[in-house]
Structures are given as structure tokens and as C-alpha cells.
């Protein structure tokens, strides 16, 4: 068995040091205080059988929790009262410097739970290693200088999760949605050289990589491009290529109209290849300043072309981008794996809906694409145009800001719809499991206890937007001053586009089944729980409708992705309440709204079910269904994509990826329990477990991971059901 030192560092359990830590205070108790040796064993061993029952590595403050428990369950005050004493006094000497220890780890590679925070990120690299040690620095400040108290205190307890405090120092935002079509058509500046509208697709796309590793670099969440915004450069490319294949062929004395365009568009196609690989390449292989790859979305939506010559140039691309993700990329070993980014999103709309539609040949690959390599993820135009209506009572489909968080509808001061260059300024995350746990069952006391928690992440959200306000354009010239998100003045603040809707600032949320099964005693899904399940979440919806009205502040509940802090917020639940069935009794909470990933239920039923809590997570929802190796299935991938264009707005369906470099295996590899009752990754064919040589893909948040999970995301893998 493992634990998880404060440091961050997993080591092997030693009860010795339990041990030791008692006899030190039990001779420092007068002698008729004292507990026999026989006595202090029998306390160690039933820590020790509690840490071993927890089925993950228990973390040092939780296992002097548990000692604390056992002294005073024992009546052992005194010796209770100097061990407590001996623990605040070590505490306070750990507060005068609170960064050195984890630094260092980081440095050597050997803390833990940095090393499982983020799938994408590699910790054993330089700039990542750079870029977790400034965060360290930057969650110091944060939380002895910049957040009160009270917020420090509810996120430590779990209560609430301040989201990216190791960004808050500096004046940044959480996602967006890049104004490509802006920069592309009216020029930009990058790292101070002028750059003008590009004469090629080709050119297109080489810029739009540069704007994307830019824009990554001066954020900290995900952002989206749509590649409509390349569309109008195929017609551009087209016309020179046909000019240069004229004068070739005149050279040659030919003439031949249907000779020139024939020629010209085999060249057409062939730059669009070079483009779409160019895209597919950069954003794999660019590092930015936080040492990941950018986290991109690429919208392919057709009927956000403005005509139908424009239509059939982004079906072009769309084509390409579908063929080269099936493909994949090559890992060191020269295999074709699945990458992680950028990740795809494809809108099922009347024209590629049905069979006898022109573009259904897409859908027919997207599928294809879906089957073999998770993405694209699919958003129905016509739910979403029910779903994102504006004030004029116009509804609008449009892409999300990476992963899954949406923008509310929108409109300018010309009366006209606006989503490209808006974006969010930050989360907060409410843990709904502890709220359902405070209370006891007790319904009355929910509803008070969600009021006060509800009132602590507003004042946490409006920490985040204060320390936006005042921001100069200056600080990041791209994404203010040069098109990305606006074109601001220099010496400018940002402060006009914190308010009235242009920009959202998101409550998220958590657990929403373990707190309806807590509070019913059963699942949401179960018809008499899920009028509470939805009480809920219009309660908050209520509430961020108040603050808006209040602050003139766009506020959007947010149904939160949770990643490393599934695994946190399990941990404090646990150490709260300790173990309840059905609810404190895994190593993970479960994302928003979703159905419990052990919960048997067919894929149709998941969707139409979730549907409803879509619609009441404005500010980002995303629902998905587990399916085994599609590749030989088509058709029924494409009869659940038929579904969600019927049912919800934005789905996927998570199937599986992987490859082992020792023997070959080209399948799903398995996660087992090893000797010391960790989780982890084996290959079935081989029983290879080195995670540096084989490569699995995972969606988590609906984002694809491909490195390795804490043991609490771990274990939620190993617990999904197949849903078809």
C-alpha cells in the first residue's frame, strides 16, 4: 500500500511511523496519562486496517485524521491533546514556507499527484516542470495573499473547487472562441510582426496554427476555431492555381477549359491535404508556454457557410480533416495512433442528416472517424437552435470553448448575434455531494446549506472577475488588440467586455447523482428522484439569473469536467463522512449531470434522459455513451448519431484506442490492481504495465487524455459500463 506524502510524493506505507509519532507524544504525557505498548499497537493496526479498506493511497493528513479518531474514540484526551498539539505546531512551521517541498518533487519527478493532474501534460519535461513550479508560486499567493480565508478554506475542505488557482495571479481567462475570420481576413500581429491577409489556403492554415499556439499561451482553458473561416480561401487558391495551369497548358499550345479546371482542382485538393495536415501537425507537436499542446476545438459546421460554392470548399476541408484523423499520427515507434488534440467537433444538420442528402458522405465518414478514433464529438443544429435562443427569439448553433463550455446566446449593439471572440472569464465548481451529506436528509436544512454554499462561489466567481477588471489590453496583444478576442486600444482596459453578456463567467457543478441518491435514497434516473435531481439544478440556474441581474454579469451554470478533482473532492467526502454506499464509496464523484458510470442503461435512454439536464446547463454540458470497438459497425454508430440530432444537443461516444509498444496489441488496454493495490494500466496480451511503452487514449472530460490518471479517474475507467 501506498500514501501520499505533503510533498506530493507517493511512498510505501509504513505503520512504523505511526507508531513512532505516538510513543514521541505518549512520553510526553505525565506517566499516569500514558497507554501501554500493547494499547498504541492495537491503535496503529486499526489505522492501518482503514487505510487499507480506503482502496486508494490515503494522503498524511488523512491518516493523522484517523489517529486523532482513534485517541479520542479510545479516551486517550491527553496523549490526543499532545499529539494534536505536536500536529499544529508542525503545521505552522510548514506555513512559513509552503512551496519549497513541492518544488522540489516536482523537479524530481517524484510528486504524485502533480504527475496525474493533467492527462496531457508530461511532468518529466522542462517546460512543464517550468510551468507547474510558477503555479506553485502563483497557488501560494493565491492563497495566503489574494483569495480570502473563507474561499481558501471551503476549496481546501472540498467544498467548492476554485478552479486554476495556479493561474489566478496573473490577469487571465479561462476559454474561448477565436475570431479566426477576423485575423485571417483583416490581417493580425504576432510577436510584433505584421501579418496580412493570407493570398492561399495553404498560407490560411499555416497562420491559423500560429494564432492558435499564440492564444494558448496567453490563456489557461480551451479554446475553438471553425474551419468556415478557412472555407473562403479555397476559392482563392482555386482561382491561382487555375491561372498558373492556364499559363502552363497555353505554354504547351492547349486550351482546353475542361482540361485547366480538371487539373487545377486535382492541385486544389492537393493543397487542402497540406493545409488540413499542417493543422493536424502543429497543434500535435507545438509546445506552448504551459508545455502542453494547445487545447483546440475544430468546428465543421456547413451550413455556417455564407453560400453554396463557399458550402462545397468547407466540405472539402471537412473531407480532408475526417480522412487525416482516421489516419491518425505516428507515434516514436512509427504507429499510427490516436492524438489527443486538436479534438473535433461535427454538427448534424438537414444536409447530412439522412441518406439522401448531398453531404450525408460526410456523416458516413465522421462515423468512421468516431469508430476508429473517438472524434468527432457531434453537436445537433437542431436542438441546439431550440436550445441557444437570443432575446429576438432567434435560435443559434454554434461550438463550444474546447471541451464543453458554451457561450450564452448574444446580441451586439447593432442588433446582430455575436460568438466569435467572446469568451469566459473563470469557474468555480460547488460539490453538490457535500451539501446532500451536511445536511443529514434533512430537505429544509439542503436547501439552507445550498443557499450558504451558493453565496460562497458567488463571491468566489466575483474574485475572478475583479481581478480581470483593470486588465490593459497590453497584457495579452493577441487575444485584445489584435483580433483574436477584440481590437482594443493600447493602454486599454478590458473592463467593457466583463459585462452584459459579452463575456460569461461560469458556476459549475458536481455529484448531482450521489446528491440526489443520498438525499432518495436512488438514482436521478429513477422517476421518483428526478423531480429533485431538476429542483436542483433550477435552483441554481435561479441563482445565477439573480447575480446576473445584480452585477450585469453573465453568469451560466456550467456542468463541470472534472479531471484530478473527482479524485479531491472523493477524498474530503471521505474524510467528512467517511464511507457511504452508493455514495462515498468510490475513489471519484461523478461529472454533473451525468448517469452513474456503473449504471446499466442503454445508450438511447442515456441520451434522451440527459437531454433534459442539458438544457439546464446553459453555460456547458456535454453527455456521451460508452460503446466497445465500433470499426466493424458503422451503421450503428450512425443510428446513434441519427438519435442525437433527434434528441440532445452535444454528445460523443467514447470508444477505445489504444496500442502496446512491447508486443504489438493493437486494442483496449485493461486497468488491473497491482501488488500494492494501485491501479494500473496492463496490456492483456503481454502483461506489459510500463506506461512509458504503451499508448492509451481515454475520454475523461470530454476531452481525449493520453497519459496516465489519478487512482480516483482511474477507477471511474475501470467502472464504466457499455451502454450499446
Not at 698 to 719: L, P, S
Amino acid at each position: 500500500m501506498k500514501i501520499i506524502k505533503r510533498s506530493g510524493q507517493e511512498v510505501v506505507f509504513d505503520k512504523e511511523k505511526i507508531a513512532s509519532a505516538l510513543r514521541k507524544a505518549n512520553r510526553e504525557v505525565p506517566e499516569r496519562d500514558r497507554i501501554s505498548e500493547g494499547a498504541l499497537n492495537a491503535i496503529v493496526d486499526v489505522v492501518a486496517e482503514e487505510c487499507a479498506n480506503l482502496g486508494r493511497a490515503p494522503h498524511v493528513e488523512e491518516i493523522q485524521d484517523m489517529v486523532e479518531n482513534r485517541l479520542m474514540a479510545s479516551l486517550c484526551f491527553p496523549l490526543a491533546r499532545k499529539y494534536i498539539t505536536y500536529r499544529y505546531t508542525r503545521a505552522l512551521v510548514r506555513k512559513s514556507n509552503t512551496t519549497d517541498a513541492q518544488i522540489l518533487t516536482l523537479i524530481e519527478c517524484n510528486n504524485e499527484e502533480v504527475k496525474q493532474e493533467n492527462s496531457n501534460k508530461n511532468p518529466t519535461v522542462n517546460s512543464v516542470q517550468r510551468d507547474y513550479m510558477a503555479g506553485e508560486v502563483s497557488k501560494d499567493l493565491t492563497r495566503r495573499i489574494l483569495l480570502p480565508e473563507d474561499i481558501v478554506a471551503a476549496h481546501d475542505q472540498g467544498l467548492i473547487h476554485f478552479h486554476d488557482a495556479d493561474y489566478f495571479a496573473q490577469h487571465m481567462h479561462n476559454c474561448d472562441l477565436v475570431n479566426l475570420e477576423d485575423m485571417l481576413q483583416n490581417g493580425t500581429v504576432i510577436s510584433g510582426t505584421l501579418i496580412e491577409k493570407p493570398h492561399s489556403f495553404s498560407t490560411a492554415c499555416n497562420i491559423a496554427t500560429q494564432i492558435i499556439a499564440q492564444v494558448a499561451s496567453n490563456q489557461y482553458g480551451g479554446q475553438s476555431i471553425s474551419l468556415t473561416h478557412l472555407a473562403p480561401f479555397v476559392d482563392i487558391s482555386r482561382k491561382k492555381i487555375r491561372l498558373e495551369v492556364a499559363e502552363e497548358l497555353a505554354a504547351m499550345g492547349i486550351s482546353d477549359e475542361e482540361q485547366i479546371n480538371r487539373i487545377a482542382e486535382k492541385r486544389l485538393l492537393d493543397e487542402i491535404k497540406r493545409g488540413i495536415q499542417t493543422i493536424q501537425y502543429q497543434v500535435v507537436t507545438l509546445l506552448t508556454t504551459n508545455g502542453q499542446a494547445p487545447f483546440v476545438t475544430v468546428f465543421m459546421y456547413l451550413n455556417e457557410a455564407r453560400n453554396e460554392r463557399e458550402k462545397a470548399d468547407l466540405a472539402l476541408i471537412i473531407e480532408e480533416t475526417l480522412k487525416q484523423r482516421i489516419k491518425g499520427v505516428k507515434n516514436e515507434s512509427g504507429v499510427w495512433i490516436t492524438p489527443a488534440f486538436p479534438k473535433l467537433i461535427y454538427v448534424l444538420e438537414p444536409d447530412n442528416i439522412s441518406e439522401d442528402q448531398k453531404y450525408w458522405y460526410l456523416t458516413e465518414l465522421a462515423a468512421k472517424c468516431t469508430a476508429k478514433r473517438m472524434v468527432p464529438d457531434y453537436i445537433s443544429e437542431k436542438k441546439m437552435l431550440e436550445f441557444k435562443v437570443d432575446k429576438n427569439g432567434e435560435g443559434h448553433c454554434y461550438t463550444c470553448m474546447g471541451c464543453r463550455s458554451f457561450l450564452t446566446p448574444y446580441v451586439d449593439e447593432n442588433g446582430k448575434p455575436k460568438y466569435y471572440g467572446r469568451f469566459n472569464q473563470g469557474v468555480v465548481t460547488i460539490n453538490l455531494v457535500d451539501v446532500a451529506l451536511s445536511s443529514g436528509r434533512d430537505e429544509a436544512k439542503f436547501w439552507e446549506i445550498f443557499d450558504d454554499r451558493l453565496d460562497l462561489c458567488y463571491r468566489a466567481l466575483m474574485q475572478r472577475h475583479n481581478r480581470l477588471l483593470g486588465t490593459y489590453s497590453d497584457a495579452a496583444p493577441i487575444l485584445w488588440q489584435y483580433g483574436a478576442l477584440a481590437r482594443l486600444e493600447k493602454g486599454e482596459t478590458i473592463d467593457k467586455l466583463l459585462f452584459g453578456g459579452y463575456s460569461t463567467i461560469s458556476l459549475g457543478y458536481a455529484g448531482l447523482y450521489e446528491c440526489v441518491k443520498h438525499m432518495t435514497g436512488k438514482s436521478h434516473t429513477d422517476e421518483e428522484a428526478k423531480p429533485f435531481a431538476l429542483a436542483v439544478m433550477k435552483y441554481m440556474n435561479d441563482k445565477c439569473k439573480e447575480w446576473k441581474a445584480k452585477e450585469n454579469i453573465d453568469f451560466s451554470l456550467y456542468g463541470t469536467p472534472l479531471e484530478s478533482t473527482t479524485y479531491k473532492f472523493s477524498k474530503c467526502l471521505q474524510k467528512r463522512f467517511g464511507i457511504i454506499p452508493g455514495v462515498t464509496d468510490k475513489s471519484y464523484i461523478t461529472n454533473s449531470y451525468h448517469v452513474h458510470v456503473s449504471e446499466e442503461i442503454d445508450a438511447f435512454t442515456k441520451l434522451k434522459f440527459e437531454s433534459e439536464f442539458q438544457q439546464l446547463s446553459p453555460g456547458g454540458a456535454i453527455s456521451y455513451v460508452e460503446v466497445p470497438n465500433m470499426q466493424d459497425n458503422i451503421p450503428a454508430v450512425l443510428s446513434v448519431m441519427k438519435f442525437i440530432y433527434e434528441n440532445i444537443m452535444y454528445a460523443e461516444l467514447n470508444t477505445k484506442s489504444d496500442y502496446c509498444q512491447v508486443c504489438g496489441y493493437d486494442g483496449e488496454i485493461q486497468v488491473v490492481t497491482d501488488e500494492a493495490g494501485k491501479l494500473v494500466w496492463e496490456c492483456p496480451h503481454c502483461k506489459n504495465r510500463d506506461q512509458a511503452k504503451m499508448n492509451v487514449a481515454r475520454r475523461t472530460c470530454g476531452y481525449i487524455g493520453t497519459q496516465y490518471w489519478n487512482q480516483g479517474r482511474t477507477q471511474e475507467i475501470k467502472d464504466r459500463v457499455l451502454h450499446l
